[in-house]
């Protein structure tokens, strides 16, 4: 356990057994294999390159993502690509790139993808955890009829939504919005065209996503359920009764990609319109990372 030295000292309880927390500054990387990054992308720029000249870095942040020499990897979708480690450096990806990709990957490996439009129901918990308090916080001013004001967030959050995360750029997208996009492509295709809108729901964990995809090849629904269910991540719930579908809280906690509303897109040829539905803290962060490590030593790339 490794933080600042604000932390340093401190026991932390893993797994039953209780852990100090080291002084980041002063600690020998030569004494681990493998250094998981979890503190933002300015900690990560002023130490990971530091940690990778002495065992593998995953990092958890948005500052290595698009780094031509630092794999972004999606286990189940590209783990191939870990045979290309140039600087002892592996990137995470954002959490609303990995539970889209792991439900695009048998789908574009079997019909091509074409283009994609997606809109996504984004928890705060993607924003950390004071946006989860002031949610909370938020809820209780509004229900007593007091007034409300944002800290953490553009607009009110509670009872609303706000069609904007992170900052945006000069094309009018969000930083968000265009994680997603360059992400996606240099995860699964850089052929695939995407487009997003990102939004922020007063929903405390787990991200939704309306996904519409334009294939090149002709496909069926029978398909397209067998190929997403049988795919490792992925659990299709799709009843088609009152229901008969995942939701964010149904998917907290959870470790699969729940994919749902799986239907037709009548007005384009080859059109599919998906619900995807993942918990951004554990599928789409923490869980992916972990997963890394384990193809890392699955594949013996372990320790080089």
Partial sequence: MVA?????????????KEHEVLDLENFDFSKVKIAFFAAGGEISKKFAQKAAKNCLVIDNSSYYRMDPEVPLIVPQVNSDDLKNINKNIIANP??????????????????????????TYQSVSGGGKAPMDELIEQTKLVLDNKKVKSKNFTKQIAFN????????????????????TNETKKILDDKINLTATCVRLPVLVSHSESVNIEFE????????????????GCKVIDDRTDGGYSTP???????????????????????????????????????NAVEIAEALIKNNFYGK
């Fill in 217 to 232: 090849k002709p496909y069926s629904l029978a398909k397209v359920r067998e190929a997403l269910d049988n795919f490792e």
């Fill in 4 to 16: 600042s030295s604000r932390s340093t000292g401190k026991k932390i309880n893993f797994k039953g």
């Fill in 161 to 180: 939504v706000i069609p904007h995360i992170d900052v945006f750029s000069d094309d009018g997208y969000t930083k968000e919005e265009l994680k997603m």
């Fill in 94 to 119: 954002n959490c609303s790139t990995i539970q889209l990709v792991i439900a695009l990957k048998p789908l574009h490996d079997l019909f091509a993808i074409k283009r994609i439009v997606v809109s």
């Fill in 249 to 287: 809280l149904e998917a907290e906690g959870k470790v699969e990609t729940f994919i749902s509303r799986i239907r037709e897109d009548k007005t384009i040829k080859n059109g599919l319109n998906l619900w995807i539905v993942s918990d951004n803290l554990l599928r789409g962060a923490a869980l």
